[in-house]
C-alpha cells in the first residue's frame, strides 16, 4: 500500500500593519499575497498620521483602516493611547506587528502584548545608521553600500534582535531620492520574506 501524504494548507498569519508614511511597504505585503507567494493576510492597518498614504491604500483594498491619535508625545503614544493600539490589532486576531514607515517608539505596553511578534524595517544596514533619514546618513557618510533591516522591535531606537539584512550598493552621483529609492525595492522583498519565515513558523 503506497503511503498518502495529506499537504494539509496553513491557515494565513494575520497581519497588523502599522504605518505614517506612503505605505510602499504595505502595498509590497499585499501584492506578494495576492501573488500566492506570501501566506498572509492584512487584517488591519493603523496610522498616527489621519492623511497617511497608507490609510488610503487599506480602504482601496477593503482592509479595516483606522487613525488611531498618538497624544501629547512627539515620538511614542501616550500609554492609553498605545492601549487602544494593541485593543484594535487584538479585535482584528493579528499574529504578527509590523511596522512599515512607522515612526515612533514603541513602549511596553505593546511590547507586552506582542512578545516577539513586533517587527520593523529600517532602512539602512543596522546597527549603523539609526533614526531618520537613514540613508541620507550612508549617503553623507561617503558610505559605499548602505541597506536595509528587519528586526524584532525593542524599546529601543532601531536596536532590537536583526533578523534579515539586504545590501544596497551607492554608486556615484546618487542623490538622497535615488538612494531610498533603490533601498525601498530591496524593502519590499525583504519585508514579505521575513513574514513568509514567520508564517512558516521559521522565526521564534
Ligand atoms: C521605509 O523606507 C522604512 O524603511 C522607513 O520609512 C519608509 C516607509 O516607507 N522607516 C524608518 O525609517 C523607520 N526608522 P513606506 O511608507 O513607503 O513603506
Known sequence: ???????????????GVLGSGKGSNCRALIETIQ?????ARVGIVISDVPEAGILELADKHGIPAFHIPPG????????????MVVEALQTYGVELV???GWMRMIKSTMLNAFPRRIINVHPSLLPKYPGLRAWEQALLA???????TVH???EG???GEIIAQQ??????????NNLHARIQAAEHALVPQVVQWFAEGRVA
Open 98 to 100: 509590523v511596522l512599515a
Open 1 to 15: 500500500m503506497s503511503a498518502v501524504v495529506t499537504a494539509v494548507a496553513q491557515k494565513p498569519i494575520v497581519l
Open 167 to 176: 545590501t544596497v550598493p551607492i554608486v556615484d552621483g546618487d542623490t538622497a
Open 35 to 39: 501573488a500566492g507567494h506570501l501566506n
Open 152 to 154: 524584532f522591535v525593542d
Open 72 to 83: 501629547r508625545f512627539r515620538t511614542k503614544f501616550e500609554p492609553e493611547r498605545e492601549r
Open 142 to 148: 561617503r558610505e559605499r553600500i548602505t541597506g536595509c
Open 157 to 159: 531606537m532601531d536596536t
